[in-house]
């Protein structure tokens, strides 16, 4: 059972319907005392880092979060939810979860390319274990920031877009997409089979 956390900044539905689909078993939940007997967890995340923060701070989200990442539950962090497991951004004054030490930094616009980073781009995969059974590693993209990781050996992929990236990160039991999985259609199907299996 994966449970999902609704702190009202994430895409819910679509997380649910795809993981429905894909026949796994999940829940959502605005509870940190239910998110305590979670067996994993997902992370989502649209919008701004210290509005985000802020809601789980004042939830009670952070501390439950930070605890089962400890005991070893399997947590992954999903575009903005991602980013939030980071140290600190360069977007807000709020300490981040700081699960994967990185500080989370604002694209400058390079030649013709635009910000935010939007649409469809590679992932080149340095850490095969999300990425078993893909053809192809394409996802889909929205952002305007990106996880600058303090340890090279915390970054599971990288993306380009006028610099090199990391588009998804690892930490034992702590898991990071900068891409939705649940917007990249076949290739995002597999990559949440694969984080339900583990």
């Given at each position: ?89 360069e ?37 095969q ?10 996802f889909?993209?929205v ?56």
């Open positions: 059972m994966i449970t999902i956390i609704d702190y009202g900044m994430g895409n819910i539905g679509s997380i649910v319907n795809m993981l429905k689909k894909l026949g796994i078993k999940s829940q959502t939940t605005i509870s940190p005392i239910e998110l305590l007997e979670a067996e994993k967890i997902i992370l989502p995340g649209v919008g701004a880092f210290d509005n985000a923060m802020e809601k789980l701070n004042r939830l009670g989200f952070s501390e439950v979060i930070r605890k089962k990442a400890v005991e070893g539950t399997p947590i992954l962090g999903i575009c903005l939810g991602m980013q939030l497991l980071g140290t600190s951004s977007e807000g004054v709020l300490d981040g979860l700081n699960l994967i030490p990185a500080k989370i930094r604002k694209f400058c616009p390079v030649g013709k390319l635009k910000v935010p980073h939007m649409g469809w781009n590679r992932v080149r995969p340095l850490n274990e999300m990425y078993q059974n893909l053809e192809e590693n394409r889909y993209f952002h305007s920031y990106y996880f600058d990781a303090e340890e090279e050996n915390d970054i599971a992929g990288t993306t380009d877009y006028g610099i090199r990236f990391a588009s998804s990160v690892r930490r034992r039991n702590v898991y990071g997409a900068q891409f939705h999985p649940e917007k990249s259609h076949k290739y995002g199907m597999q990559f949440l089979r694969n984080f339900n299996e583990i």
